[in-house]
């Protein structure tokens, strides 16, 4: 089975990735966080601006993945849907180094089998609008969309 699950170590609040329009902001492969179906929030407690009082790694917050943007060098994971855990999981994030970002398996976490889902709110930031972009920033989208690196692509303006 593939890793369809990514699991970030944050001292963020839900109301905070309300806010932020996803969970982010992350250094991470756009296309590794493209693929899979969701997100696992666990808290590190280990931050002194940390927004909720779960134990460090203790699994919160569960995302079904709808898109990842970019946001200059990092990315945002947002979400159709969510839901939270009233009672945090512990024994859900693995310390692997000094990195936030790992992937699992869904299947294989120690979360209850069913959820409360809700749908996510709407927010300014989900929202299409017109804007200028860099060249950098379309290559990443583009990249994105397509599973290749940035590199790959190549822009060519007419006009």
């Known amino acids: ?18 806010k932020e329009g996803g969970c982010g902001y992350w250094r991470a ?7 899979c179906k969701y997100l696992v ?10 927004e909720g009082d779960e134990p460090h790694g203790a699994a919160f917050f569960v995302g079904e993945i709808n898109g990842v943007r970019a946001d200059r060098d990092r990315y945002v994971v947002t979400f159709s ?4 855990l009233t009672v945090p999981v512990d024994e859900v994030w693995t310390s692997g180094g000094s990195n936030p970002v790992h992937y699992a398996e869904f299947r294989t976490l120690k979360l209850p089998k069913s959820l409360d889902w809700q749908a996510w709110p709407a927010t300014h930031a989900e929202k299409v609008v ?20 940035p590199s790959q692509i190549e822009i060519v303006i007419k006009g």
């Open 130 to 149: 017109d804007r200028p972009l860099t060249i950098a920033q379309a290559k990443t989208g583009l990249a994105m969309t397509f599973g290749v690196d």
């Open 29 to 35: 492969n756009a296309h590794s966080l493209s693929s």
């Open 41 to 50: 929030a666990t808290r590190n407690s280990r931050r002194a601006e940390r």
């Open 81 to 84: 849907r969510y839901a939270v």
């Open 1 to 18: 089975m593939q890793n369809d699950t990514v699991l970030v170590l944050t001292y963020k609040s839900v109301d905070t990735m309300f």
